[in-house]
């Protein structure tokens, strides 16, 4: 029931783009992104709450396609400070509450 | 912006003891919160949700008699785990939905520092 994301582990050099998948075999409520320092808690970077829905921040923006169950994280023009583990989060509503469930993270390094 | 709060940060700890670890929300009140267990380059797994006033609800494979969760007020719940065992160790986390209008979804969560568990 995790939801599962492309790809696992990415290099990058400073400046590139990349992009990262979440998708779920379940209905989506939301989904949220979060990244993840190491020995550290996770940082919040948006939601996304109706399916065709787009947000950005910065030069991280994400889409949300509710019918396929996906959605998608987009770096652009990646710094440093970008690397990290990502994480998608979706909502699903569970024992009549909803409850965030982690996908299975993508580990970001980028290179000078 | 909302701050939850976790104590302690690290904490090692004998065999068989039990360990309390604490999760506050500090500016706003959180009717529910959530713990999470993270093992070295997985993900975060949700082990239960925490409500105030109310029995914790824990997720399947989650032993509930071993991983006690109280949420006793608005600002404070708490994960003891009793009988540590070194595959206890882990990084605990927790989170809290902020003060956001629900809407029928799920609002932003904002996490604690996590607690670094290590059993010997």
Same mark, same amino acid.
């Given at each position: 029931q995790q939801p599962v994301q492309s790809p696992q582990a990415v290099i990058l050099r400073e400046g590139e783009d990349a992009v990262i998948n979440c998708s779920s075999?379940?209905?989506?409520?939301?989904?949220?992104?979060?990244?993840?320092?190491?020995?550290?808690?996770?940082?919040?970077l948006m939601i996304l709450l109706k399916g065709g829905e787009q947000k950005g921040h910065e030069k991280i923006s994400a889409s949300f396609n509710e019918k396929k169950q996906q959605s998608s994280l987009y770096l652009?023009?990646?710094?440093?400070?970008?690397?990290g583990t990502y994480f998608c989060g979706t909502a699903r509503l569970m024992d009549s509450s909803y409850k965030l469930i982690f996908g299975s993270g993508t580990r970001l390094l980028v290179r000078p | 912006g909302a701050v939850v709060s976790q104590h302690p940060s690290w904490v090692i700890c004998k065999?068989?003891?039990? &360990?309390?670890?604490?999760?506050?929300?500090l500016?706003?009140?959180?009717?529910?919160?959530?713990?999470?267990?993270?093992?070295?380059?997985?993900?975060?797994?949700?082990?239960?949700?925490?409500?105030e006033g109310s029995k914790a609800t824990y997720e399947q494979g989650v032993e509930k008699d071993k991983f006690l969760i109280n949420h006793?007020?608005?600002?404070?719940?708490?994960?003891? &785990?009793?009988?540590?065992?070194?595959?206890?160790s882990s990084f605990y986390i927790c989170s809290a939905e902020g003060p956001l209008?629900?809407?029928?979804?799920?609002?932003?969560?904002?996490f604690g520092e996590g607690s670094r568990l290590t059993v010997l």
């Amino acid at each position: 029931q995790q939801p599962v994301q492309s790809p696992q582990a990415v290099i990058l050099r400073e400046g590139e783009d990349a992009v990262i998948n979440c998708s779920s075999s379940k209905a989506l409520y939301s989904v949220h992104w979060y990244r993840q320092k190491h020995g550290e808690a996770p940082v919040f970077l948006m939601i996304l709450l109706k399916g065709g829905e787009q947000k950005g921040h910065e030069k991280i923006s994400a889409s949300f396609n509710e019918k396929k169950q996906q959605s998608s994280l987009y770096l652009t023009a990646s710094q440093l400070s970008y690397s990290g583990t990502y994480f998608c989060g979706t909502a699903r509503l569970m024992d009549s509450s909803y409850k965030l469930i982690f996908g299975s993270g993508t580990r970001l390094l980028v290179r000078p | 912006g909302a701050v939850v709060s976790q104590h302690p940060s690290w904490v090692i700890c004998k065999s068989g003891t039990s &360990v309390k670890i604490e999760c506050r929300s500090l500016d706003f009140q959180a009717t529910t919160m959530f713990w999470y267990r993270q093992f070295p380059k997985q993900s975060l797994m949700l082990m239960a949700t925490s409500n105030e006033g109310s029995k914790a609800t824990y997720e399947q494979g989650v032993e509930k008699d071993k991983f006690l969760i109280n949420h006793a007020s608005l600002t404070l719940s708490t994960l003891t &785990v009793t009988s540590a065992h070194p595959e206890d160790s882990s990084f605990y986390i927790c989170s809290a939905e902020g003060p956001l209008p629900r809407q029928g979804n799920t609002g932003e969560l904002f996490f604690g520092e996590g607690s670094r568990l290590t059993v010997l």
